[in-house]
C-alpha cells in the first residue's frame, strides 16, 4: 500500500527577503507497491493560483493516479516562487499549467536543472510573465533547443505516439490518445507525442537541459485519457531518476517490421511469379485468394502455397467467414489462418471461434497490430498501409514509393504492411523485390510473414517487464512471461536517469549463457536481449548505471 502525499506550503517572507516554507501534509491510501526514491513537488505558484478549485486540481488528480500507478508519491506545494523550493529537497518539479512564471522563476528553473532536478511542465507554462505579458522567447524553446513553438486553441485533439521515447514507454507503436484540451501551446517541429492528423505538430517532448530530465506535454494532464496516465507515470519516473522500461514490440531489439500481400486475382500466373520472387528474396508474401478462385486452378494455387502463406480473401457476397475458410483449406490443401478484407461489424470474436489466428484492416490507423481479446485465445488485427503506388508505376517509382512509405511507419517503430499488385512484381523481374530486400535489411526491418507476426504478438502480449529499485544507481529488471505460449526474441529497453554513467551489467550476468545486450550511443538506454521464455518463465537482471 503506498501513498500518495499532499503538501499545502504555506510561505513567509521577512522585509528582508527570506522566505520560510510552512507545510500542511494530507494522505490517502492508494493500491500501489512499495513507493519509490525521489521527491516530486506539484507545483502551483501563486500568480497562477485561483479562489475556487479549476485546472490545477483536476491535472493533481489525474497526475496523482499516474503516479500511484507507477509506485510514486507526490507532493504538492503551493509558493509564490520556484526560489523558495530549491533548498527543499525535491528531485522533480511538476509545473501543470503554470502560465505565468517570473523572471526569478525562470533563473530558479536553471539553478535546479544544474544541481540534476527534473522537470514535468504542462500545457502553456511559461507562455507569461508574472504580469500577465507575453514572453519572448518562451522558456520552453531554451529547454528544448531547434523546436519552436505557437498557441493553439482549445478543442478535442487525437494524438498519436511518434518516434520512441522514454514517455512513450509500454504504449504501442503509433498509438492513438484522445484529449480535450485548454487553449495551449504546440510544437512546429513535431516530437514524441504528435497530432494525429498533422504529425508536423508536436504535443510532447523530451530533453536533456543542462543535463537534468525535461519532459512536456502541450495539453494538461487531466486532458489526457485514461489510457494517458501510462505516459504520464513514466516521465515522473524519468524526472524524478527512476529508470523506465519498454518492452520492445519486436523481435530481438528489430527497430519495425515489414510484410506484403499479394491479392490472387485473374492472372494467378502472375501471382505465381510475383510470390516467387517475393519468397526468393526474402519476403514470404501472403496470398490473400478467394475460395471461387482457389477452386477454379486449385493446382497452381498449391504451387503458389508453398511459397508463402494463404489467405481468405473475404467476400461477404460469396461466403461466411467459416465456409470460405472450409473451401479454401480444401482447395489448396494447406491451412488457413488468416484472413484479408473487410471484418464483418462485431465479429471478431466470430473469427476466432471460426479458426482465424489473424485479419488485415484496410484503412487502418493502427501502426502496429492489435490484439483483441487474451493473448491465447485473441484475434491479432494487421493494419495496412495505404497503397503507395498504382499498377502503371515503373520499377524505380514503385521502389521509391514503397521505400518513402516505410521510412514514415518505420518513424513509428511500427509495422509497413505493402498490399501489392502481382503484375507490377512480376514484370520487374525481380528488380522490386531486390531494392526491398537490400533497403530494408539495412534499415534492420524484421521481414516475416502475417502468421508469424500474429504468433509474435501474441506471445509478447503475455510478457512483463518490471524494475525494482535497488539504490540510487541499480536497479533489478525482471521480463516474466505471463502467457501460454513460448515468448523468444523479446527485448527490452530500459531508458536511464539524466547523469547515469555507462550502464553496465552485474558480473553474474555478464558471463551467462546467450546475454546479449546493447546501449546507445549518448548512454541514455541499454537493450537486453532475454533468452526464450517458457509459459511462466522468468529472467532477471542486475543493472548499474
Do not use: K
Not at 510552512?22 to 512499495?34: H, K, M, N, T
Not at 501489392?420 to 510473414?449: F, H, I, N, Y
Amino acid at each position: 500500500m503506498g501513498r500518495i502525499v499532499t503538501l499545502i506550503a504555506t510561505v513567509v517572507c521577512t522585509l528582508t527577503g527570506a522566505c520560510t516554507i510552512g507545510v500542511v501534509r494530507l494522505q490517502r491510501a492508494v493500491e500501489s507497491g512499495p513507493p519509490a526514491s525521489g521527491r516530486i513537488a506539484v507545483v502551483e505558484l501563486a500568480a497562477n493560483a485561483v479562489d475556487a478549485p479549476g485546472p490545477f486540481e483536476a491535472e493533481l488528480e489525474r497526475l496523482a493516479a499516474a503516479a500511484a500507478r507507477a509506485g510514486l508519491q507526490l507532493e504538492r506545494v503551493s509558493v509564490p516562487g520556484l526560489g523558495v523550493l530549491l533548498d527543499a529537497g525535491f528531485d522533480a518539479w511538476v509545473l501543470p499549467g503554470q502560465e505565468r512564471l517570473s523572471d526569478s522563476d525562470a533563473a530558479a528553473i536553471d539553478v535546479f536543472a544544474l544541481t540534476g532536478g527534473g522537470l514535468l511542465l504542462t500545457g502553456p507554462t511559461g507562455r507569461l510573465d508574472a504580469e500577465g505579458r507575453p514572453r519572448a522567447p518562451l522558456p520552453l524553446q531554451a529547454y528544448f533547443p531547434g523546436h519552436r513553438f505557437e498557441a493553439r486553441p482549445a478543442g478535442a485533439l487525437e494524438l498519436r505516439a511518434g518516434p520512441r521515447s522514454v514517455i512513450l514507454a509500454g504504449l504501442a507503436p503509433g498509438a492513438r490518445l484522445r484529449a480535450t484540451a485548454r487553449e495551449g501551446l504546440q510544437s512546429l517541429t513535431s516530437g514524441s507525442l504528435v497530432r494525429a492528423d498533422d504529425p508536423r505538430l508536436g504535443l510532447g517532448l523530451v530533453s536533456r537541459y543542462r543535463s537534468a530530465p525535461v519532459a512536456w506535454l502541450g495539453v494538461g494532464a487531466d486532458a489526457l485519457e485514461p489510457e494517458g496516465e501510462r505516459l504520464l507515470g513514466s516521465a515522473l519516473r524519468w524526472i524524478s531518476g527512476l529508470p523506465v522500461v519498454d518492452v520492445r514490440p519486436w523481435p530481438r531489439g528489430h527497430r519495425s517490421a515489414a510484410l506484403v500481400t499479394l491479392e490472387v486475382g485473374e492472372d494467378i500466373e502472375a501471382a505465381e511469379a510475383a510470390a516467387r520472387e517475393l519468397a526468393r528474396g526474402g519476403l514470404p508474401p501472403v496470398l490473400a485468394v478467394t475460395a471461387p478462385r482457389a477452386e477454379s486452378d486449385p493446382e497452381r494455387l498449391r504451387r503458389i502455397a508453398a511459397l508463402g502463406e494463404v489467405a481468405l480473401a473475404f467476400d461477404p457476397d460469396v461466403d461466411l467467414p467459416a465456409e470460405g475458410r472450409a473451401r479454401l483449406e480444401r482447395a489448396a490443401r494447406h491451412p488457413v489462418s488468416g484472413l484479408v478484407g473487410p471484418i464483418p461489424p462485431g465479429r471478431v470474436t466470430h473469427l476466432r471461434a471460426s479458426g482465424y489466428l489473424w485479419a488485415t484492416v484496410a484503412g487502418a490507423s493502427d501502426a502496429a497490430p492489435r490484439l483483441t481479446g487474451a493473448p491465447d485465445s485473441g484475434l491479432v488485427t494487421l493494419p495496412v498501409s495505404p497503397s503507395p503506388a498504382g499498377g502503371d508505376a515503373d520499377v524505380a517509382t514503385l521502389v521509391a514509393r514503397l521505400l518513402s512509405a516505410q521510412a514514415g511507419v518505420e518513424s513509428l517503430d511500427g509495422l509497413f504492411h505493402a498490399a501489392l499488385d502481382p503484375g507490377p512484381v512480376a514484370r520487374a523481374e525481380g528488380a522490386v523485390t531486390d531494392a526491398l530486400a537490400r533497403e530494408l535489411g539495412s534499415r534492420d526491418v524484421w521481414l516475416t510473414g502475417a502468421g508469424e507476426m500474429a504468433a509474435w504478438w501474441r506471445a509478447r502480449a503475455g510478457v512483463r517487464g518490471t524494475l525494482e529499485p535497488l539504490g540510487p544507481r541499480r536497479a533489478r529488471l525482471w521480463l516474466r512471461n505471463e502467457g501460454a505460449t513460448l515468448a523468444d526474441g523479446i527485448a527490452a529497453r530500459v531508458y536511464l536517469p539524466a547523469r547515469s554513467r555507462p550502464a553496465r551489467l552485474s558480473r553474474e550476468d555478464w558471463w551467462r549463457p546467450r546475454t546479449r545486450w546493447r546501449v546507445a550511443r549518448d548512454h541514455s538506454w541499454i537493450e537486453l536481449l532475454a533468452p526464450p521464455l517458457d509459459p511462466g518463465d522468468a529472467v532477471e537482471y542486475i543493472l548499474t548505471f
